[in-house]
């Protein structure tokens, strides 16, 4: 079950049963004979669910499912979900707020399902059909549902480029908040399983896309809320290696372990202060 996740030795962004969750979730919004409950309703009860979760939450750490499989629509899914939601709780976004952003990202993909796309490269190699397909047909589907006009737009420009390069030549803020939240999840997700065995390079990949892939500022909130590695990368300090355990997000700690199971405490403002 953990080669799923990106490391075995940390708890998985959201617990296992999650994913049938996710995937009974698609399967039902999705079934045509459909009549006791609204799709919109099947929907903001799993995205409560998600919120209830994490609002729990002390510690927080980037340890994503991986993307892979023939479910990647569900892991990825459930990652950008969770990097989303997690933004929002933690910049103290009004909960009304929240849910129309997670909804968002749950929506987000849902029409490569359809498409019947069998890899996470169908999301990102812009030259294929399903790229530019499951962009609109994202955004039919919401409308479909009934789904609220923030959620049918963040899912229809959620591949723009901050710099306007996009699809759309949607520029800056202009491009809808969620859009550039999930823009960014969907960037970090990437760069977290490309640096896999040098997770140290990882903030350096997500630096590089800030301001002309990614809106800069939603770069910046990133690194303050999960901080600025994924869990299990390692460091060299006088001799002694530390290895990062993830973000107390109570007092605002980075959590590093060394060579003898010692935990350290670094206040993450005076850690990005020197890095
Ligand atoms: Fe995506
Ligand atoms: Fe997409």
């Known amino acids: 079950m953990n080669s799923i996740i990106l490391s075995s030795l940390y708890d998985p962004c959201f617990p296992y049963a999650f994913i049938e969750t996710m995937d009974d979730l698609f399967k039902n919004i999705l079934d045509r004979e459909r009549t006791r409950q609204s799709a919109d309703s099947l929907i903001t009860n799993f995205t409560i669910e998600m919120i209830k979760h994490l609002i729990k939450k002390e510690t927080l750490s980037l340890n994503l499912f991986r993307p892979a499989t023939d479910r990647w629509i569900i892991f990825h899914t459930l990652n950008i979900s969770y990097i989303v939601c997690n933004m929002l709780i933690m910049n103290s976004f009004p909960y009304t707020f929240t849910v129309q952003g997670v909804k968002s990202a749950i929506m987000h993909d849902i029409a490569h399902i359809l498409l019947k796309s069998t890899s996470i490269e169908d999301d990102r190699d ?109 460091f060299q300090w006088k001799g002694e290696t530390y290895v990062f355990q993830g973000t107390n997000i109570k007092n605002r700690e980075l959590l590093f372990e060394n060579n003898s199971g010692k935990t350290y405490h670094v206040p993450l403002n005076d850690f990005l202060k020197n890095w």
């Open 126 to 234: 812009e030259i294929r059909d399903n790229w530019r397909l499951h962009i609109a047909l994202g955004y039919r589907l919401c409308t479909r549902f009934g789904l609220s006009r923030e959620v049918c737009d963040s899912v229809l420009y959620h591949h723009e480029r901050f710099d306007g390069m996009g699809l759309a030549n949607l520029k800056g803020k202009r491009i809808p908040f969620y859009s550039r939240l999930i823009n960014l999840a969907d960037k970090a997700e990437q760069a977290i399983f490309h640096n896999e065995e040098h997770s140290e390079s990882f903030p350096n990949s997500l630096m590089k896309m800030k301001g002309n892939v990614l809106d800069p500022d939603l770069v910046e909130d990133f690194i303050h809320t999960f901080g600025p590695f994924p869990p299990g990368t390692r």
